[in-house]
């Protein structure tokens, strides 16, 4: 069994999946979301930074699919 990254629920392991649900990516990419938005506000790190990083990843592995 795999434990979800978010909750610790446990589901059989799958290739690639981290969470157990939909709700659960979801609550992590919204957390994500604020931690960044904090971030920027708090000057941690700037919006072109934010971009630059955004930008190098893309190039190395590809679109981002979910
Ligand atoms: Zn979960």
């Known amino acids: ?3 979800c990254k ?13 969470f157990c649900s939909t ?6 990419h919204a ?5 960044g938005e904090d971030m920027v ?6 919006i072109s930074q934010l971009r630059d990083r955004h930008e190098a990843k893309k190039a190395a592995v590809g679109p ?3």
Do not use: E, N, Q, R
């Open 64 to 66: 981002y699919t979910g």
């Open 23 to 28: 709700d659960c990516k979801s609550a992590c």
């Open 6 to 18: 978010w909750c610790g629920t446990s589901f059989p392991p799958m290739k690639k999946k981290v």
């Open 1 to 3: 069994m795999t434990a």
């Open 41 to 46: 506000a708090s000057g941690i790190i700037t």
């Open 31 to 35: 957390a994500v979301k604020d931690l």
